[in-house]
């Protein structure tokens, strides 16, 4: 990998969403100024998020981009034109549900319309989702919207889901998946207790780097000049595949193992020294 960005070259930067971009759902003003800085200069910059699109706020947004990577791949969207929208079979979807009805566990599915949830555990996630926010200094009104906002009762007129993010269960995520099927796999959930058997259930075939390869197809960028910014297990590949990998301080072993780079949290205005520094701005 490139240890530094060249400014003459137009790069293709992809950032994480929740403890990178936005902190607890806000974004400081700092980030949205080098976001729109950066595109002044010619550069694409892309949210890449493991939240769907129904989970993306005008407030998360308002900076302006190029495009999207959501769902950790399983959709990418590129100047308005949707280039990829996976979602889970029928079948894996049913078998899915099922399970985790089985095990009275708490989870949302999630479409790029609209986010769903079991009538019978609502009430749980509600209370979940506003304890996690009411740890933000900015209080839990913006960040718990972007969920509890967009929630619909789950139904079989529902539409097909792209990812599941579990809340609470009885039993490891591992073994929920186990049970699934080898087609999922697991990584942990950036919003919900660990201690509650939480995290996020993928198509195991899709990650991050699949959605970020997708978006530089299109716009004829190399991967040598990309950028990706992240801070959780869901980003190890894409921080992987970027010609500039960086993670934001504080991240996993693993994840930091494979960055080029560190920057700092959003709280200390991470993405806007970063951006500084890589002569994106």
Not at 19 to 39: C, K, M, N, S, W
Not at 99 to 115: C, N, R, W
Request: hydrophobic residues 45%.
């Amino acid at each position: 990998m490139t240890p530094e960005a060249n400014s003459m070259t137009i790069h293709a930067i992809f950032l994480d969403v929740d403890g990178t971009y936005a902190d607890f759902g806000i974004v400081p003003e700092a980030h949205v100024l080098a976001v729109q800085a950066a595109r002044a200069n010619g550069h694409k910059v892309f949210l890449c998020t493991g939240r769907p699109v129904s989970m993306l706020p005008e407030h998360i947004l308002d900076a302006g981009f190029d495009g999207l990577v959501a769902s950790a791949g399983a959709y990418v969207e590129v100047a308005g034109e949707v280039l990829l929208d996976t979602r889970f079979s029928a079948d894996l979807a049913g078998r899915t549900v099922a399970v985790l009805d089985a095990h009275d566990s708490v989870y949302v599915l999630e479409a790029q319309e609209s986010l769903h949830v079991a009538p019978a555990a609502e009430q749980r996630l509600r209370r979940i989702i506003e304890a996690h926010f009411d740890k933000s200094s900015n209080g839990p009104g913006k960040g718990s919207s972007a969920i509890l906002g967009s929630l619909l009762p789950w139904s079989a007129q529902s539409p097909l889901f792209a990812k599941v993010s579990v809340f609470e269960s009885p039993i490891p995520m591992e073994l929920i998946a186990a049970e699934i099927g080898a087609e999922i796999a697991v990584v942990a959930n950036s919003i919900a207790d660990e201690g509650a058997h939480a995290g996020e259930l993928y198509q195991r075939t899709i990650s991050k780097a699949d959605g970020v390869a997708v978006a530089i197809a299109k716009l004829g960028i190399e991967q040598g000049n990309t950028i990706a910014f992240g801070d959780g297990q869901n980003d190890l590949e894409m921080v992987a595949y970027a010609g500039i990998g960086v993670a934001i301080e504080g991240s996993s072993a693993e994840l930091l193992a494979l960055a080029d780079r560190t920057t700092a949290p959003p709280s200390r205005d991470g993405i806007a020294t970063a951006f500084a520094e890589l002569g994106l701005i």
